[in-house]
C-alpha cells in the first residue's frame, strides 16, 4: 500500500467504517511508514479533542435571529404579478398597443390625396391642390386628405382637413366648422368618430 491510499483509509478507520482486511493492511503500512503513522497519530489526537468537547447546545431562539438576519427573498415586480393576475386586460392592452400601431403606420404612409363629400361637382383637383371657383356652392361636408385647398366660392357644411392645409378668399363662405387635423393623435381620434357615427346609421 502506498501513501496516497492510506491518507483515505485513515480517516475511514478513524470513523469506525473500514473491513477487517483494510484495517490489517493499513495497521502493516503504519508500521512501515514514519509520515503515515505520524499523520494518523495528529488524527486521532484531534478526534479525541473534539469528542472529549462532548454536545454542544444551540442558544435558543438561534433559529429565529439567523432567520431574521437574512435578506427578504426578492419581491417579484408588481407590474409581473399584475399581469399573472388579470390576462385579459393584458390581452386588451395588447391588441390596443397593435391597433394604435397599425393606425400611426397607416397616418405615416397614407399620402394620397383623398376626397370625400356629397356634392364635389364644382370641384377643380390638380396634382394634390382642390379649388373652389367663385360663385360656386358645395352643399354638405367636405373632407380633404393630404392635400391642401383653396376656396373662393362656398360651402355649405363643414370643411374638415386631414394632414393638409387651406386657403380662403375673401369671396369664401363655410357656413360650417373648419376642422383641421393635422396629427396623428387627432386623426385617430377622427377615424374612430367616423366609425362609430358610420356605426349608428
Known sequence: MNCKDAIPLIHDYLDG????????????????????????????????????????????????????ALPPPPRRKSWVTWIRRHPAATAAAVFAFVMLSSFFSLWNEDTDLIIRGADMNHLVIEGNQVYIPPEQVVHGNLVIENGSIQVDG??????????????????????????????????????????????AH
Not at 484531534?46 to 462532548?54: D, I, K, N, V
Not at 378668399?169 to 374612430?192: C, F, H, M, P
Open 17 to 68: 467504517s473500514l473491513s477487517g482486511s483494510q484495517v490489517k493492511e493499513l495497521k502493516g503500512h503504519l508500521t512501515s511508514c514514519a509520515d503515515c503513522h505520524k499523520r494518523y497519530q495528529q488524527l486521532e489526537k484531534a478526534e479525541t479533542l473534539f469528542r472529549s468537547l462532548g454536545t454542544v447546545t444551540a442558544p435558543p431562539h438561534i433559529t429565529d435571529r439567523v432567520l431574521r
Open 154 to 199: 362656398t360651402i355649405e357644411g363643414n370643411l374638415i382637413i386631414i394632414d393638409g392645409s387651406y386657403a380662403l378668399a375673401s369671396t369664401a363662405r363655410i357656413s360650417g366648422e373648419i376642422k383641421i387635423v393635422d396629427e396623428a393623435i387627432q386623426w385617430l381620434w377622427y377615424k374612430t368618430n367616423q366609425f362609430f357615427s358610420a356605426v
